[in-house]
């Protein structure tokens, strides 16, 4: 997909300040740091439109980018280590959980994990309970670059055999350094709005 216009509409915390317009809706989930305002950055070919930060837990509202006003990517807050309190923690929790689960336009969440490590005991978890639900996942292993390239299909080995990855779950690789896989994540991405 050509990129001409993306903007972020909302941060929000719950679901009456969600957008109204029934657009197609694809959520990014994956713990603190993996990637995902790079991810968003580099797909919609813009440099800071998701703010990153070096600081893990830097999401903390649902944020709802527009892009080309076709579809919304809805990026959710990363769990892992963020350095917040535990009740901050189930309070964005709780807000993630009454988005993925009560949320019609939601056509599948991409879910992150770092390539160079075998997904964390919370990537396991987020995938299982998006299989519970039957939340479409599209599985996107990022910052490839960072490993030669000979050593891809052991790495990805190892992220399918964590997940126990079912097989209508695409893995795609992925850099937000040098692009690698966008059109692949662009497809699949497309392929579920559709349906």
């Known amino acids: ?37 790079s991810f968003i950055n580099k ?35 990363g769990y892992g280590f963020a350095k917040v309190s535990k009740s901050e923690r189930e309070a964005w929790g709780k807000m993630i959980e009454r988005y993925i689960m009560e949320r019609p336009q939601l056509k599948a969440v991409v879910l992150l994990v770092d390539l160079r490590h075998a997904p964390s005991v919370d990537d396991v978890l987020m995938y299982e309970w ?13 910052k490839c670059d960072k490993i030669p390239k000979g050593k891809w299909q052991k790495h990805l080995k190892v992220v399918k055999e964590t997940l126990k ?11 937000s350094e040098t692009g690698y896989g966008k059109d692949a994540a662009w497809g699949s991405i497309i392929e579920h709005m559709k349906r």
């Open 165 to 175: 990855k079912k097989p209508e779950d695409p893995l795609l690789l992925f850099s």
């Open 43 to 77: 797909m919609i070919a813009r440099k800071n439109l998701a703010r990153t930060s070096s600081r893990p837990g830097k999401t903390q509202t649902l944020n709802f980018y527009i892009i080309n006003d076709q579809l919304y990517f809805v990026d959710v807050p």
């Open 130 to 142: 998006l299989k519970h639900y039957e939340i479409p996942v599209i599985i996107v292993a990022t």
């Open 1 to 37: 997909m050509k990129v001409t216009k993306a903007d972020i509409v909302i941060s929000a915390v719950k679901p009456e300040q969600y957008p109204v317009d029934q657009l197609p809706e694809i959520g990014l989930a994956g713990r603190s740091n993996v990637g995902k305002s």
